[in-house]
């Protein structure tokens, strides 16, 4: 499979497709308003910047205690049953009069519950794709992420102006709904991947699997800590400049939505793992010069070459998915998910924490030398060719080399690259 033609042929991935989009358009429209409603209310950079991703805060608790739930759940009931929670809860924040703290006690639990979609999307995915169209699959639904981050920021923004931001949640509820919808009467009922009931126990020892195999770990420090750090400072985008916040944000979505056109669609297996920490590199290296606190229209060209380097996490998820046995690969998947969210979260809150003390260019110039920093680190465990033997058993194999047979899974995926 090498062309998003062959993709949309497959009718499942093309439900999912739309799920997603619908879903992260609602995410979006929402996450500006409530981000808004919250900076206009306090006038704190760190209550603002929690608003838009606190709910990170309790992935964490979900990849701690649920996240087995991800291969054991029927997919399609997971991911209606997800969106039509988000919409209901997101409707309870648009209500007038509600305390601050009980905005984010609904954003939190939206965290939590939140915390399976991941695994449940993206394990889905894995099985609707035929062999070796996992990263081509994930490119296009990251492509539409981007694509719904652009136009929702930019409807986003012009919702708020004009019917204010309590009623811009309220149209992103409405577009959580329609997710609960396409998802319901448009993905196939498929069983769970896994027979084993849900249960914290099963997480843990899922998790234990995981994270025992040192190729895994720093795969996952490589997908949550750089794009992470480079998060915070988009959490800075409101205080940086609240007339246009917006027109930032859709720069970011929109090299994002170039990065992962040329990663996933144009970029060569052989170039995947060289260059994976080089476009880590390029995700931070512009937004050193915000120190400078560079005009928008400045700004607005440096986020977005930033932006292009997000691809780097979609290498790095590909080569995630041919290091993980298949009864494991909606945990792993969603512990990326949420670790990513939960370190999204954390940075966010670093970020608004630094920017009381320095201005929010500074803050955000603070953030992007650590996330060098950690991907330089991360270069010889990424690097490291191994071959996958059984639980977290890696052994060093030949360079270039690829996933030896798994003893827990039964096969390896053709043509994956260590």
């Known amino acids: 499979m090498r062309t998003y033609r062959e993709l949309f042929a497959l009718p499942e991935f093309s439900a999912l497709f739309a799920t997603v989009s619908a879903q992260m358009a609602a995410?979006?429209?929402?996450?500006?308003?409530?981000?808004?409603?919250?900076?206009?209310?306090?006038?704190?950079?760190?209550?603002?910047?929690?608003?838009?991703?606190?709910?990170?805060?309790?992935?964490?608790?979900?990849a701690a205690t649920v996240l087995s739930a991800a291969d054991r759940l029927r997919p399609r009931s997971a991911l209606a049953g997800l969106a039509l929670f988000t919409g209901l809860t997101t409707a309870c924040l648009a209500l007038p009069g509600l305390p601050v703290a009980a905005v984010f006690a609904v954003v939190l639990a939206q965290g939590l519950v939140g915390s399976v979609g991941g695994g449940v999307r993206y394990g889905l995915l894995a099985e609707i794709v035929p062999t070796g169209g996992y990263l081509l699959g994930r490119s296009l639904l990251n492509m539409s992420v981007g694509a719904m981050q652009i136009c929702g920021f930019a409807i986003g923004g012009v919702l708020i102006a004009a019917i204010t931001a309590r009623g811009t949640l309220l149209a992103g509820a409405g577009l959580s709904l329609v997710a609960a919808l396409v998802a319901r009467f448009g993905l196939t009922a498929r069983p769970p991947r896994a027979a084993v009931r849900p249960s914290v126990r099963e997480t843990w020892r899922g998790n234990r699997r995981l994270w025992s195999s040192p190729a895994r770990r720093a795969v996952f420090i490589g997908l949550w800590l750089p794009n992470g750090l480079i998060v915070?400072?988009?959490?800075?985008?409101?205080?940086?400049?609240?007339?246009?916040?917006?027109?930032?944000?859709?720069?970011?979505?929109?090299?994002?939505?170039?990065?992962?056109?040329?990663?996933?669609?144009?970029?060569?297996?052989?170039?995947?793992?060289?260059?994976?920490?080089?476009?880590?590199?390029?995700?931070?290296?512009?937004?050193?010069?915000?120190?400078?606190?560079?005009?928008?229209?400045?700004?607005?060209?440096?986020?977005?070459?930033?932006?292009?380097?997000?691809?780097?996490?979609?290498?790095?998820?590909?080569?995630?998915?041919?290091?993980?046995?298949?009864?494991?690969?909606?945990?792993?998947?969603?512990?990326?998910?949420?670790?990513?969210?939960?370190?999204?979260?954390?940075?966010?809150?670093?970020?608004?924490?630094?920017?009381?003390?320095?201005?929010?260019?500074?803050?955000?110039?603070?953030?992007?030398?650590?996330?060098?920093?950690?991907?330089?680190?991360?270069?010889?465990?990424?690097?490291?060719?191994?071959?996958?033997?059984?639980?977290?058993?890696?052994?060093?194999?030949?360079?270039?080399?690829?996933?030896g047979d798994r003893g827990d899974a039964g096969r390896r995926p053709a043509g994956r690259t260590a």
Do not use: K, N
């Not at 209310?41 to 990170?56: H, V, Y």
């Not at 998947?333 to 966010?348: D, E, P, R, W």
């Not at 920017?355 to 920093?373: C, D, E, K, N, Y």
């Open 232 to 403: 915070g400072c988009e959490a800075l985008f409101i205080p940086y400049s609240p007339a246009s916040a917006s027109v930032l944000f859709v720069a970011a979505a929109l090299g994002m939505l170039a990065g992962d056109t040329l990663g996933g669609r144009f970029l060569p297996a052989r170039w995947r793992r060289p260059l994976t920490t080089p476009v880590q590199v390029l995700l931070a290296a512009p937004y050193l010069l915000f120190v400078l606190e560079p005009a928008v229209p400045v700004a607005v060209g440096l986020v977005v070459v930033a932006s292009v380097g997000y691809c780097g996490s979609l290498l790095l998820q590909d080569r995630l998915v041919a290091l993980t046995p298949d009864d494991l690969r909606g945990q792993a998947l969603g512990l990326h998910t949420s670790g990513m969210l939960t370190m999204q979260a954390v940075c966010a809150t670093l970020a608004g924490t630094v920017a009381q003390f320095l201005a929010p260019g500074r803050a955000m110039a603070v953030l992007a030398v650590a996330s060098i920093l950690v991907s330089l680190a991360l270069i010889p465990g990424l690097r490291a060719p191994v071959t996958i033997v059984g639980d977290g058993g890696d052994q060093a194999g030949p360079p270039g080399g690829r996933p």
């Open 27 to 62: 995410t979006t429209v929402s996450g500006i308003a409530l981000g808004t409603l919250v900076y206009a209310a306090t006038g704190s950079p760190l209550l603002s910047a929690l608003s838009l991703f606190g709910a990170s805060f309790a992935q964490v608790v979900g």
